[in-house]
């Protein structure tokens, strides 16, 4: 396969640390970054070096700004001297219409990644529209987590096979690469009967650069949603974690595993359940993160088949390089003339 | 995707635990079943239940039988009665040239799962070749071991190309669905340093239909190799195996896992190891499935991510489930004119 050249929307923790992990992949080359201040294209590749140095820096956090203003991740724009997030970089012009000229770029970017914040559910599959009202011909990938969102993609399905768009939904770490994991321990079953992921972040260091994934965590707490959540200031969510001792622990979450797992027909998203702790004071991971799939065999036997992430390796590994091979593998699709909405598990082999 | 009709070469162990997982499972219908002695056709679909019924006996083993003889599994030709092997079932009428009687049907079905034996290295490579001369446009599955059949089935690539077949190599459990295990759980790391690949297997009441993978496996032993493997009486197996009181362990196996992760880009060959034990006196696995894929992360992070089945998940379960989602996968791949061989970390989300 060609190279494939892609781009960032959002350049808080999840979109930085994608352009950073793609410096060590082979065969994707990031020609665009964006935030709610500016662009940076550069069609021969960004120098993510220089981008991610300049925009190191002090966090300016606001939840709720303009539609075209959200692409910096949300909370998370990081800013050094004068100028603010990504327009600190040698690379970057400034602009309102950040999403736009993104879009304006687009017809030489296979793919967009788009690390936004997304709590109100239909921010994504808006942007979404935009780049299917544009014609725009690739790949959009976003993270998302929340199973609702996906309806809404598929709502929009046909607008993206006119457009010529292969779009992947909920493609990073949970749902992502757990929901790839619980498609394949699958294989052994005719019948699965429990899927349980349950997820360990420490995110002591990376707590700044990842505040939007924070918020959006606490809407799972009791006592809160996502309508709370997104209401809440700065020190109202340290409260919250000072109250927890840093730990907060959260169970039956809204994460789209479940529907992207029914989608590929692999089990009922009522059977999928996902939980798990974070832990924002340490970088140890607060316990292991595990996907076990429980199932009947064509003979009658039922068992649980488990994958397990090692404590070392961070959520950031976690999210991108599985963000990165979805993008590669939605490039794969895209080639091969197929457009729509595809899930994770979508991609897996079919099962 | 519409319903998939699929054949299936030989009826040792795997070759009827397929048919069998197959009337569990969504969206395939066998339609085709030969061994060395016979073939069944129906293309509305086999009478599953009748034919295993019909064929379920005793064991003819001749692991060298002419090319066109070997259609049955090899040494695992089950028989009752005056009929031998399929041919027992009142769906199957008797012929000498089985692979070609099914080529002759091959315009009629979607895929062809290959349960051959494959003690001469090119017999697998040699039928898929016979598939290309007669132009047959569709997918061809193995669940053939060892490494170094991939390169003959590379070698006519071209051939399965021009012919219009999506030929997918070791797509049973090892290499197959811990070969997709382990280029899943690489997506954590940007170098992978080692997988490890540990299998157990207790075989005690699967043991009589599957003496043509033990016999593969005794190859492995020290003192052994293919050409000795083949070259001996079920008699000096047996005191093989009661040598090691029924518990064969194996270091360092000639398992395509190695080049079929190397050529998928997840790492080199030669860091891939397989290993395992196969208890043929107890169903009880001796050792719990393991795969362990170690790496570093993009900050520099060592870390092991593990995949295990459940011990109550036996081989045949584990084999044929992932070799009937690899069918689906290579149906939906050819269906998208892609053509060529492909192994089963190929068909991952393009990692």
Same mark, same amino acid.
């Given at each position: 396969? +060609?190279?494939?050249?892609?781009?960032?929307?959002? %350049?808080?923790?999840?979109?930085?640390?994608?352009?950073?992990?793609?410096?060590?992949?082979?065969?994707?080359?990031?020609?665009?970054?964006?935030?709610?201040?500016?662009?940076?294209?550069?069609?021969?590749?960004? &120098?993510?070096?220089?981008?991610?140095?300049?925009?190191?820096?002090?966090?300016?956090?606001? *939840?709720?700004?303009?539609?075209?203003?959200?692409?910096?991740?949300?909370?998370?724009?990081?800013?050094? !001297?004068?100028?603010?997030?990504?327009?600190?970089?040698?690379?970057?012009? *400034?602009?309102?219409?950040?999403?736009?000229?993104?879009? &304006?770029?687009?017809?030489?970017?296979?793919?967009?990644?788009?690390?936004?914040?997304?709590?109100?559910?239909?921010?994504?599959? #808006?942007?979404?529209?935009?780049?299917?009202?544009?014609?725009?011909?690739?790949?959009?990938?976003?993270?998302?987590? #929340?199973?609702?969102?996906?309806?809404? /993609?598929?709502?929009?399905?046909?607008?993206?096979?006119?457009?010529?768009?292969?779009?992947?939904?909920?493609?990073?770490?949970?749902?992502?690469?757990?929901?790839?994991?619980?498609?394949?321990?699958?294989?052994?079953?005719?019948?699965?009967?429990?899927?349980?992921?349950?997820?360990?972040?420490?995110?002591?260091?990376?707590?700044?650069?990842?505040?939007?994934?924070?918020?959006?965590?606490?809407?799972?707490?009791? !006592?809160?949603?996502?309508?709370?959540?997104?209401?809440?200031?700065?020190?109202?969510?340290?409260?919250?974690?000072?109250?927890?001792?840093?730990?907060?622990?959260?169970?039956?979450?809204?994460?789209?595993?479940?529907?992207?797992?029914?989608?590929?027909?692999?089990?009922?998203?009522?059977?999928?359940?996902?939980?798990?702790?974070?832990?924002?004071?340490?970088?140890?991971?607060?316990?292991? %993160?595990?996907?076990?799939?429980? !199932?009947?065999?064509? +003979?009658?036997? %039922?068992?649980?088949?488990?994958?397990?992430?090692?404590?070392?390796?961070?959520?950031?590994?976690?999210?991108?390089?599985?963000?990165?091979?979805?993008?590669?593998?939605?490039?794969?699709?895209?080639?091969?003339?197929?457009?729509?909405?595809?899930? *994770?598990?979508? /991609?897996?082999?079919?099962?």
């Amino acid at each position: 396969m +060609d190279d494939i050249s892609f781009a960032v929307l959002g %350049t808080g923790g999840i979109g930085r640390r994608t352009l950073e992990v793609s410096t060590q992949t082979d065969g994707v080359t990031p020609v665009a970054a964006c935030d709610r201040h500016g662009i940076a294209v550069d069609h021969d590749g960004l &120098d993510v070096e220089e981008l991610l140095a300049a925009t190191e820096g002090n966090v300016d956090s606001d *939840p709720n700004p303009a539609d075209d203003a959200r692409a910096d991740g949300g909370a998370a724009v990081k800013q050094a !001297g004068e100028d603010v997030g990504v327009v600190a970089s040698a690379q970057a012009e *400034p602009t309102e219409t950040p999403i736009e000229d993104v879009i &304006d770029e687009s017809e030489a970017i296979d793919a967009v990644l788009m690390a936004l914040p997304n709590l109100e559910h239909d921010f994504i599959p #808006r942007v979404g529209e935009r780049f299917a009202d544009a014609g725009y011909e690739g790949v959009l990938v976003d993270v998302l987590k #929340r199973s609702r969102v996906i309806g809404m /993609l598929d709502d929009r399905a046909e607008r993206f096979e006119e457009s010529g768009i292969t779009f992947v939904c909920g493609a990073g770490a949970t749902p992502g690469f757990l929901t790839g994991a619980a498609a394949l321990a699958a294989q052994s079953f005719v019948e699965v009967e429990e899927v349980d992921i349950w997820w360990g972040v420490g995110l002591k260091s990376g707590y700044e650069d990842n505040r939007g994934t924070v918020r959006e965590d606490i809407a799972h707490l009791d !006592g809160y949603d996502l309508e709370t959540a997104r209401n809440l200031s700065d020190e109202e969510i340290e409260e919250i974690v000072d109250e927890h001792d840093g730990r907060l622990e959260f169970h039956d979450m809204e994460h789209a595993d479940d529907v992207l797992l029914e989608r590929a027909g692999i089990c009922d998203a009522e059977d999928v359940h996902v939980g798990g702790i974070l832990d924002v004071r340490s970088d140890e991971k607060p316990t292991t %993160t595990t996907v076990s799939v429980t !199932g009947t065999t064509f +003979d009658g036997e %039922t068992g649980t088949n488990t994958f397990q992430l090692d404590d070392d390796t961070c959520m950031a590994a976690n999210v991108n390089g599985p963000a990165l091979g979805y993008v590669k593998a939605g490039v794969r699709r895209n080639r091969a003339g197929e457009y729509g909405v595809f899930g *994770p598990a979508d /991609l897996m082999p079919g099962f």
